[in-house]
């Protein structure tokens, strides 16, 4: 009991004296599977809903963690011990641990700096023929003092075919590519940067960032907000005050693609094209009512046209009521675009994550019975996850999405739920439906084999048009019909060599029919595919 005690208060005294320096950890981390796991053990509390998460913060549920050390199996406390190699980073003076391998490390007590290159290859064949994928660049981040943290990450990337185009349906980041000569396909290149800058107290931050972000539970592409996009710039503004209670608020600057002909004119006898600017404002309020119980609300507004708005940059807002005094309540062709969200995570029974979230366009609640004239546009996930149950060292995934009609559209192009061309929300996008089934063991450190299951299932798009003076968005029916089917089986094998050094297998069947413009030629009709990479890096 004595030895419990002391070691609570060494915990206590090691978290108390982190400091509040914010360096997000890239959400493909493999950090964030086995903090999902430790929640799942009931070891730590995690509010899952908002990534990515901060790597003080990771450094910090690692401690808590190690509290409950004894009660950890074999693979997991040689996880933890993995995992303490990067984020003793942020816990311990340099040299005082045994460190990951870094290009570069240095730490006093006012700068702290780690830099690493980025290298990965990727090869991909079937019965259509072959794709590879190539990237390199390089990593830094750090601190100043006790308060600012920075980042940058530049990848360059070469693809010999574009599996992730606009149009494709795929979980696969999408990308701003170069098509080569004009091409409308084929070998191509492209760049991501991603960065950012934060000033951070004990209860907040505020940050200038272009990365990405996700929000809303999910194992398989979030409803709410996705990675699916190519990374945009946002502020990034967070408080915690109370243990019960925590804001989370964006500020970003999306991509239109859309030309602006106000602004176009000509200079040496070019065109000079413009964009149209748009913009989007969101926050997301999450409550605990109880241990191992996260409830999220939040609104969002898509606008543009005329540049920021400074009422957009409160927190605080009802954005959807903002619009109605600014662009009148009339019509839709006056105001913006506004959505509201939830999401509930619950952890409360170990080994078991239940969460379900709700993103709505539109919902007419007076008509919502009523087939006819429902607009019940909304995107609707629900899902489970359990962890070392009844097998030690497994984990079974389960999640169904159901998208309505016309839902993450809007009438106006400049206000869709998107940013070059990309669906914010689930990758599926409108009228559609999809069933994932996952299950995996965990056989060493680091060394994660596992088997997945999908059925997606896409209805046809409904075109916009106006009726008698009012739009037909009412009435929509669900899947009347399937414009497009996936129905895919994979297994994978990982294996995190050394710390974000990765070696990956895959082999999957994979049927896809319908509409072709929804999956790349690669992987048209029935396929088996296998696919093989080695990564290091983010």
């Known amino acids: 009991m004595v030895k419990k005690v002391f070691s609570v208060l060494i915990l ?145 990337n070469g693809v010999s075919d574009i599996l992730s185009g606009k149009n494709h349906l795929t979980t696969d980041q999408g990308a701003n590519f170069k098509l080569n000569q004009g091409q409308t396909g084929g070998r191509s290149d492209y760049s991501e940067m991603i960065g950012a ?77 413009l964009f149209m600017n748009k913009n989007l404002a969101a926050n997301i309020f999450t409550f605990k009512p109880f241990k191992n119980l996260h409830f999220s609300v939040g609104n969002s507004i898509i606008y543009s046209d005329d540049g920021i708005k400074p009422y957009y940059l409160i927190p605080f807002m009802f954005y959807k009521s903002v619009d109605h005094t600014y662009n009148s309540a009339g019509s839709n062709a006056l105001g913006q675009n506004t959505q509201m969200f939830m999401n509930i995570s619950s952890r409360q029974l170990k080994h ?91 056989l060493l450190r680091g060394l994660n084999v596992s088997v997945a299951y999908t059925s997606a299932l896409k209805g046809p798009e409904h075109e916009y048009d106006v009726v008698f003076g009012n739009a037909n968005i009412k009435g929509l029916p669900f899947m009347e019909s399937v414009a497009w089917e996936n129905r895919t089986i994979e297994g994978s094998i990982k294996y995190e060599v050394i710390n974000d050094g990765y070696l990956y297998l895959k082999g999957s069947l994979t049927n896809y029919t319908g509409d072709s413009s929804y999956t790349p030629s690669f992987y048209q009709g029935e396929q088996i595919t296998i696919t093989g990479g080695i990564n290091f890096g983010f």
């Open 12 to 156: 206590l005294t090691i978290v108390l004296s982190l400091k509040s320096q914010v360096v997000l950890q890239p959400i493909t981390s493999s950090v964030y599977g086995f903090l999902d796991e430790m929640a799942q053990m009931k070891y730590i509390e995690l509010n899952s809903a908002i990534k990515p998460y901060s790597r003080t913060f990771i450094a910090k549920k690692l401690l808590e963690i190690e509290k409950n050390q004894s009660e950890l199996n074999k693979r997991q406390g040689k996880e933890l011990a993995f995992y303490f190699k990067d984020f003793n980073k942020e816990l311990k003076a340099k040299g005082d641990f045994e460190k990951r391998k870094d290009i570069l490390f240095y730490k006093d007590s006012l700068f702290t700096l780690t830099a690493n290159l980025i290298l990965g290859y990727e090869y991909r064949t079937n019965e259509t023929g072959s794709y590879s994928h190539y990237w390199n660049g390089a990593e830094m981040y750090g601190y100043i003092g006790n308060h600012f943290g920075f980042s940058a990450s530049l990848r360059d």
């Open 352 to 442: 078991l994550h239940l969460y379900a979230s709700l993103f709505v366009d539109e919902v007419s609640i007076g008509k919502v019975f009523d087939v006819q004239q429902s607009s019940n546009i909304y995107s609707a996930k629900i899902g489970a996850k359990v962890n070392n149950l009844p097998v030690k060292n497994t984990y079974l995934i389960a999640e169904y999405t159901r998208n309505n009609p016309w839902v993450y559209r809007h009438q106006i192009e400049s206000t869709t739920y998107e940013s070059n061309q990309y669906v914010l929300g689930h990758y599926l996008g409108e009228n559609a439906q999809e069933i994932y089934l996952e299950a995996g063991v965990k």
């Open 197 to 273: 800058i934060y000033y951070s107290w004990k209860w907040g931050r505020l940050g200038f960032v272009k990365d990405n972000y996700t929000w809303g539970d999910s194992y398989h592409g979030s409803n709410i907000r996705s990675n699916k996009v190519p990374s945009v710039g946002y502020i990034d503004f967070s408080i915690k005050p109370v243990e019960w209670f925590e804001l989370n608020y964006t500020h970003s600057w999306l991509v239109s693609e859309i030309l602006d002909s106000s602004r176009t004119y000509l200079i040496n006898n070019e065109e000079r094209k």
